[in-house]
């Protein structure tokens, strides 16, 4: 069984940065697309960052030019490395292996259980 655990949340204040890190067990993590998904009080999850097993990036728009994903198959470890924080980004953030490798911003089934998240809070 795959698990999933997150770190690296906190309280930032806006235009801050954070290292979110997810460790992954249970599985065959090099060969996995793996995204990192948020979800804001009283709104759906929705994914922000994307990286395929060759290490090719994409992200959504409100996110682009801030957030970088990044993966150490090593450690079977993605990382989202946050800049320029806004209070917008507030929220809790999961990683998972989306269902689809072609179309994951429009598909939004994951592969796995959910773990616990790590929360994100901007705030002056």
């Known amino acids: 069984q795959v698990r999933l655990v997150e770190s690296g949340g906190g309280l930032v204040q806006p235009g801050g940065s954070l290292r979110l890190s997810c460790a992954v067990s249970g599985s065959t993590f090099r060969i996995y697309t793996m995204g990192w998904y948020r979800q804001a009080p009283g709104k759906q999850r929705e994914l922000v960052a994307t990286?395929?097993?060759?290490?090719?990036?994409n992200y959504a728009d409100s996110v682009k030019g801030r957030f970088t994903i990044s993966r150490d198959n090593g450690k079977n470890t993605v990382y989202l490395q946050m800049n320029s924080l806004k209070p917008e980004d507030t929220a809790v953030y999961y990683c998972?292996?989306?269902?689809?490798?072609?179309?994951?911003?429009?598909?939004?089934?994951?592969?796995w259980g959910w773990g616990q998240g790590t929360q994100v809070t901007v705030s002056a």
């Open positions: 998972n292996r989306p269902y689809s490798d072609s179309r994951p911003y429009s598909d939004s089934r994951v592969r």
């Open positions: 990286i395929t097993a060759g290490e090719s990036t």
